[in-house]
C-alpha cells in the first residue's frame, strides 16, 4: 500500500493543468491519520470582506456581499472548488504586535484587487467593504505550518510553534506522519505564482473534504498580504448559522506608481441584514474627493 510519503511526493509531482481531481482525492486517501491545529473564533470576532463593484453597480443585500452563489462557481480558489463554493474573508488577530498589519481592510483589498496587487498597474477602483460579526463559535482548521511566514506575523510563528510543542506529545509515526502532511498543505495554501485556477486544485480540494467532514472552514496566512494577516474561507452552511452582516461601506482606491490613496465614498450601519440596505455618502469630514487625491498623486516625485 502507498503510504504518506510516497502521496506527498506524488502530489507534489502531478501536472495540475490536466485537472487531476480523482488522483488527488485518492492520494489524500493514504495519507491516514494526521494531527492538525483548530482554530476557534468565538462570538463577536469580527471579518472584513472586499468586493470589487462593476461599473455602475452598487450593493444593497447580504446574498450581493456574501459567498459566489453556486451557480456561478466554475474555479478553484486557494480554498474553494467548483463544487464547493466558499465565504472568504479577512481577519487580524486580537493581540496584535507594534509595527505589525492591523488593519483588516488592507488585506480584504489585497485578496480582491487587482489594481492593488499588479505592480505596474495603475488607475482607480470601487470597492465595497462588508463587516461581520461572529455570532456563535467557528471551529476551522489552521493551516499555519508555513515556516516562511513564521517571521512575518507574531500570531503565525505562536501557532507554529504549539503545533510542533503539541506533536511532541505523539508516538514517533503519528508526528512525523503529521509534520509531514501539515507542512505539505501549507506549502500548497501559500503558493504564490499562480498561472491557472488548477494551481489551486490541492489546497482547495482539502478544503472540500474538510467542510465535507463536518469543520466550517479554513484559517490560513495571506499570501496577498505577505502573511501579515489572516484569511478565512467559511462554509456558506457556516455563514449562513454564524454569521451577522453589520455595516458595508464604499471606498475608491486611488493608485500612481507605487502610492497608494484610499477615499470613503458611503457606509451603512446593518441592523437586519435579512432587509435590503442603502449605502449612502458618508460625512464630509471622511472624504477627500477625487480631485484632490489626484492632485496629490500627480505632484509626487
Not at 124 to 148: G, R
Not at 167 to 183: H, N, P, V, Y
Request: contains cysteine; glycine residues 4%.
Amino acid at each position: 500500500m502507498q503510504d504518506y510519503k510516497t502521496a506527498i511526493e506524488e502530489l507534489k509531482k502531478l501536472d495540475l493543468s490536466k485537472n487531476p481531481r480523482e488522483e488527488v482525492l485518492q492520494l489524500f486517501n493514504h495519507f491516514g491519520k494526521f494531527g492538525l491545529v483548530q482554530k476557534l473564533f468565538h462570538r463577536g470576532k469580527t471579518l472584513i470582506r472586499a468586493r470589487p463593484n462593476e461599473k455602475g453597480k452598487q450593493f444593497g443585500t447580504r446574498d450581493e456581499l456574501t459567498f459566489k452563489p453556486q451557480e456561478f462557481n466554475h474555479t478553484y480558489q486557494r480554498a474553494s472548488t467548483p463544487n464547493q463554493t466558499m465565504f472568504y474573508a479577512a481577519s487580524i488577530h486580537e493581540d496584535v504586535k507594534q509595527d505589525e498589519l492591523d488593519n483588516a481592510r488592507v488585506i480584504a483589498s489585497l485578496e480582491a484587487s487587482h489594481l492593488l496587487r499588479d505592480i505596474g498597474q495603475e488607475g482607480e477602483q470601487l470597492i465595497t467593504f462588508s463587516k461581520w460579526v461572529v455570532t456563535q463559535d467557528i471551529p476551522m482548521i489552521a493551516i499555519c505550518y508555513h515556516k516562511d511566514f513564521t517571521e512575518k506575523n507574531s500570531h503565525t510563528l505562536e501557532l507554529y510553534n504549539a503545533y510542533h510543542h503539541w506533536a511532541k506529545s505523539l508516538d514517533g509515526d503519528l508526528r512525523e506522519r503529521s509534520i509531514a502532511i501539515t507542512e505539505f498543505l501549507a506549502s500548497e495554501y501559500a503558493k504564490k505564482e499562480i498561472g491557472s485556477h488548477l494551481d489551486y486544485m490541492i489546497s482547495a480540494l482539502f478544503s472540500e473534504r474538510s467542510v465535507e467532514r463536518g469543520h466550517a472552514g479554513i484559517f490560513y496566512p495571506s499570501v496577498r498580504a505577505d502573511a501579515q494577516g489572516f484569511n478565512v474561507a467559511l462554509s456558506p452552511d457556516c455563514v449562513n448559522n454564524s454569521l451577522q452582516l453589520v455595516s458595508a461601506g464604499e471606498c475608491t482606491i486611488y493608485k500612481k506608481g507605487e502610492h497608494t490613496i484610499v477615499d470613503n465614498e458611503t457606509v451603512c450601519i446593518i441592523e437586519d441584514d435579512t432587509l435590503p440596505f442603502i449605502l449612502k455618502p458618508v460625512s464630509p469630514q471622511y472624504h477627500r474627493g477625487k480631485d484632490s487625491i489626484l492632485e496629490e498623486l500627480n505632484n509626487i516625485k
